[in-house]
Nanobody, 122 residues
Framework: QVQLVESGGGLVQAGDSLRLSCAASGRAFSTWVMGWFRQAPGKEREFVAAISWSAVSTNYADSVKGRFTISRDNAKNTIYLQMNSLKPEDTAVYFC???????????????WGQGTQVTVSL
């Protein structure tokens, strides 16, 4: 199993950038597909982005495509979510998660972090 801890959230203004990190511990981090999800108040958790174990392939939700970039550093057991041109509708708790499936399967993630709050003001 893998344990995940997110960091990097905060309060920013619309148009700003923020980078989230997710540190992983446990076995075989480099073999997991990793993803970012978010949950806004009163809404269901939604998929944001995923990255393959090799970092060669990525998948993004339409709502963040072109603004967010997911990356990973297997040597550091860490994944990142670079968020640019932030909008108020990006306000949510952001979670990282690990999966043994493919980057195209947005369900079935097995391990989850506790989440980090991102708030975007006008």
């Amino acid at each position: 199993q893998v344990q995940l801890v997110e960091s990097g959230g905060g309060l920013v203004q619309a148009g700003d950038s923020l980078r989230l990190s997710c540190a992983a511990s446990g076995r075989a981090f480099s073999t997991w597909v990793m993803g970012w999800f978010r949950q806004a108040p009163g809404k269901e958790r939604e998929f944001v982005a995923a990255i393959s174990w090799s970092a060669v392939s990525t998948n993004y939700a339409d709502s963040v495509k072109g603004r967010f970039t997911i990356s990973r550093d297997n040597a550091k057991n860490t994944i990142y979510l670079q968020m640019n041109s932030l909008k108020p509708e990006d306000t949510a708790v952001y979670f990282c998660a690990a999966s043994r499936r493919t980057i195209w399967q947005t369900e079935g993630y097995e391990a989850w972090g506790q989440g980090t709050q991102v708030t975007v003001s006008l």
